[in-house]
């Protein structure tokens, strides 16, 4: 049995200012989707990709996960909470993001950019897709260093004592979620979006991949404690996760149709 270190969420100071892993784990995110998407851009510039695109999307992005991801925890996870305080909607320092909220804010941002650009939405979205799960690594480790989203009681050998929690051994599901979500679906994104792809494939995979990833994590993972489990004992992630995968499961029946009936593969 392992015990959660009970790292200090400050990573360092500046005078007054203090910043915090979780934040930095955002920068990080941020950083790599500007690397990795200078690379995309550079290899696919015979399809107009440049790379102060990237530049532009991130910015587009920054707002949407912002807004989308504030504005779905609490129209998701505690509604009537924050009708009932709305000032503190606004708090964002205190916490309170979801990721399902973060991704619709996401793809209304690209929509404008796309539209600002001249482009098909799902262009945009094919060519992001890939970018994202090392974000979402990133994300996760920030989860574990705060100590949070702990994962339910468990007797596997690598259980860990979250101590400011209780003292039963849990699931460290935080670092599933970095695995699954993260690394692993990283390396399915890349190595699918390696290689030319009918339009909308690529970002049908990702929420196939996500989805089904999340689905899964949510097993090892303590449910919400003011919303517990939900209809059929599934938690509200795992809720949140089946549209997503029906979602992605039907675009990319619909992208292969397409490119059966007409072909319209694109190196996305």
């Known amino acids: 049995m392992l015990v959660y270190p009970n790292f200090d969420p400050v990573a360092f100071r500046i005078g007054p200012l203090a910043v915090r892993w979780y934040g930095l784990m955002y920068l990080v995110g941020f950083i790599l989707f500007i690397v990795l998407g200078r690379r995309r851009a550079k290899n696919r510039a015979s399809s107009g990709w440049r790379v102060t695109d990237v530049d532009d999307m991130l910015f587009f992005g920054v707002f949407g996960v912002i807004f989308g991801g504030r504005l779905g925890y609490v129209l998701f996870y505690k509604p009537d909470y924050y009708f009932a305080h709305p000032l503190e909607i606004f708090e964002v320092w205190h916490g309170g993001m979801s990721f399902h909220g973060g991704l619709i804010g996401v793809l209304i941002a690209l929509w404008f950019f796309a539209r600002a650009r001249g482009r098909r939405w799902l262009d945009v979205t094919d060519f992001v897709a890939p970018l994202i799960p090392l974000g979402l690594a990133a994300g996760r480790l920030g989860n574990f260093i705060n100590g949070e989203l702990v ?118």
């Not at 979500?181 to 995979?205: C, D, H, Q, Y």
């Not at 899964?216 to 992630?237: H, N, W, Y």
């Open 151 to 268: 994962g339910r009681p468990t007797d596997v050998p690598w259980a860990m004592v979250f101590p400011q929690v209780d003292n039963l051994p849990r699931h460290p599901s935080q670092l599933y979620e970095f695995g699954l979500e993260g690394v692993l679906l990283f390396i399915i994104m890349w190595g699918f979006a390696s290689k030319p792809r009918p339009t909308g494939a690529v970002s049908g995979l990702f929420l196939v991949g996500y989805g089904t990833f999340r689905f899964i994590a949510e097993f090892a993972r303590q449910p919400d404690s003011f919303l517990g489990f939900l209809a059929l004992g599934f938690t509200m992630g795992q809720w949140l996760s089946l549209p997503m995968i029906a979602m992605g499961i039907a675009l990319m029946v619909w992208a292969y149709r397409g490119a059966r009936d007409g072909p319209r593969a694109r190196g996305n």
